[in-house]
């Protein structure tokens, strides 16, 4: 069964940053690309970016460039999503979903809620 | 970067109705269209990829079409289940709509 579990909750401060982390389970970690999706508040989805979890290239949202970084380790199928300089309007629902290349994204985490607060 | 605009932003109902949900791109993006519902606290669920293929396990009554620029969501016939809100993407750069709202009428 596949299934993408996500770090739990956090609480950073403007400025900060914050490291979440996406376990994979019932697949093969590097035949898929994992994704990151950002929901702001009564908000829609925004694509941050993704990560090649076989070759770990990346590719960014031009919004996120210079504040986002996605790494993975392959021994544990585990990826991360950093992102720094936190914004009050960074306060969202962070999710890592999988996408097969030339497939749509099909399989998503619960969701990790960050909160940007002083 | 692709624009992605779906149409209406919000949309009243009644079980049994048949609705339609559109969403086009600012530019061609072929058939590298899928559609996603989402409920409130909930990841998106995929519905329909390759913008009219139904993936596994989805209910028939829900149906894609289109090609390029212009696409369509349909739900034949609402159930209490399908209040909720629902996004295209397009996954050749990967942003989405902005989103449609269900509502029960």
């Known amino acids: 069964q596949v299934r993408l579990v996500q770090s739990g909750a956090e609480v950073k401060k403007p400025g900060a940053s914050v490291k979440v982390s996406c376990k994979a389970f019932g697949y093969n970690f590097t035949d898929y690309y994992i994704h990151w999706v950002r929901q702001a508040p009564g908000q829609g989805l925004e694509w941050m970016g993704r990560i090649n979890s076989d070759r770990g290239g990346t590719h960014y949202a031009l919004k996120f460039h210079g504040r986002v970084t996605m790494t993975r380790d392959t021994s544990m199928n585990v990826a991360y999503l950093e992102l720094g300089s936190l914004r009050y309007d960074d306060t969202a629902v962070f999710y890592c979903a999988r996408r097969k290349p030339g497939g749509p994204i099909d399989h998503w985490g619960q969701g990790t809620l960050v909160t940007v607060s002083s | 970067d692709i624009q992605m605009t779906q149409s209406p932003s919000t949309l009243s109902a009644s079980v049994g109705d048949r609705v339609t949900i559109t969403c086009r791109a600012s530019?061609?993006?072929?058939?590298?269209l899928a559609w996603y519902q989402q409920k409130p606290g909930k990841a998106p669920k995929l519905l329909i990829y390759?913008?009219?293929t139904l993936e596994s396990g989805v209910p028939t009554r829900f149906s894609g079409s289109g090609y390029g620029t212009e696409f369509t969501l349909t739900i034949s016939s609402l159930q209490p289940d399908d209040f909720a809100t629902y996004y295209c993407?397009?996954?050749?750069?990967?942003?989405f709509g902005q989103g449609t709202k269900l509502e029960i009428k």
């Open positions: 530019q061609t993006v072929s058939t590298w």
């Open positions: 390759q913008a009219s």
């Open positions: 993407q397009q996954y050749n750069s990967h942003t």
